[in-house]
């Protein structure tokens, strides 16, 4: 009898399964076809305004604002596999950002995230990009990574997209002052020298004449590179002709010749912060302050040698 009971559970079980699996069989094709056909045509966005979820990081804004940004990324990856926008990216942007305001890696990449999708972007997504790269460059003043692709992103890439002359001419000149920003800052990029000329290129078709010099004679001040030297002082003779390039490099070796004859172990930047040397006895009295030699900062000296213009500066004395 037991055996008979055992052998009879058995094949119940038996029987059970091979229904199950034709059950299986009968049933997979149609849900397999079904499902393939399903779509997620639209995202939801679950987290709160930036300022709310600030407090509800209970002080981990740092920590959060990483997490929130890799998940940033993998959406962004398993959008461009199924193939449709991320419709929400500029919100998660804004709220890593509004977490940690210095994270330089959400701005460097908001441009791409945003209008590098698989479809077509549109309008405001470079509009939203601009208004997060600009937020960046407040926030990083010396991040020269930054203001470079942000300059590049405004001056070119996106004046495709806008719709009128004028704003175009506009994204232009802002790109250019980002890029012009990117020059003056010490970095590794070895780009950098000819993006100078691109930034004083588009200030010289925006008609700003007056601050391509300027932004290229502060170039020469602040840039050791003779690379850097020779494109600007180059441009600067095909602009404005050889005389006035050759005014331009005066300036410039007026001041190395100034800095060698002072101080000429310490770095630029230190013989900037000293200002230039003047004896107080010497320089005593209101006519004696508009003397290169008696100027207590840079500025005044360089406008003090530039009043004598055909003149050469006389050297201060010593320390």
Same mark, same amino acid.
């Given at each position: 009898? /037991? ?5 009879? *559970?058995?094949? =119940?079980? @038996? %029987?059970?399964?091979?229904? $199950?699996?034709?059950? #299986? !069989? ?25 300022? /709310? ?5 209970? *002080?981990?804004? =740092?920590? @959060? %604002?990483?997490?929130?940004? $890799?998940?940033?990324? #993998? !959406? ?37 995230? @945003? ?205």
């Amino acid at each position: 009898m /037991r055996s008979s009971s055992r052998a009879a *559970g058995t094949l =119940a079980g @038996l %029987a059970a399964m091979a229904a $199950a699996a034709l059950g #299986v !069989a009968l049933a997979r094709p149609r849900l397999a076809a079904r499902f393939h056909e399903l779509r997620v045509t639209s995202d939801s966005y679950g987290l709160p305004s930036p300022e /709310r979820t600030v407090v509800a990081s209970l *002080g981990y804004r =740092a920590a @959060l %604002a990483d997490l929130l940004y $890799a998940d940033t990324l #993998v !959406a962004y990856g398993l959008h461009f596999q199924e193939r449709r926008r991320f419709e929400f990216v500029g919100d998660y942007l804004d709220t890593v950002s509004a977490l940690d305001p210095k994270f330089a890696t959400p701005y460097r990449f908001a441009d791409t995230l @945003l209008t590098l999708q698989p479809v077509k972007p549109r309008y405001e997504d470079y509009v939203r990009a601009r208004k997060i790269l600009e937020r960046g460059m407040r926030e990083l003043p010396y991040d020269e990574q930054l203001h470079n692709s942000a300059g590049q992103f405004m001056a070119y890439l996106a004046v495709s997209a806008l719709k009128s002359d004028e704003e175009r001419a506009e994204w232009r000149l802002a790109g250019a002052r980002a890029l012009q920003r990117a020059c003056e800052l010490v970095g590794d990029n070895p780009n950098i020298p000819y993006h100078c000329i691109t930034a004083a290129t588009l200030l010289t078709n925006a008609g700003k004449r007056e601050a391509m010099v300027q932004f290229l004679e502060r170039l020469l001040a602040v840039s050791d590179d003779p690379e850097v030297r020779k494109l600007a002082l180059g441009y600067l003779e095909q602009q404005l002709g050889n005389t006035q390039r050759e005014e331009v490099e005066q300036r410039f070796l007026r001041f190395h010749d100034a800095w060698g004859k002072d101080l000429g172990f310490v770095s630029r930047g230190v013989l900037l912060i000293v200002g230039p040397r003047f004896d107080p006895a010497r320089c005593a009295g209101l006519e004696r302050a508009l003397e290169p030699g008696c100027a207590t900062t840079w500025a005044d000296w360089s406008r003090a040698a530039d009043a004598r213009s055909g003149a050469a500066a006389p050297s201060p004395p010593a320390r």
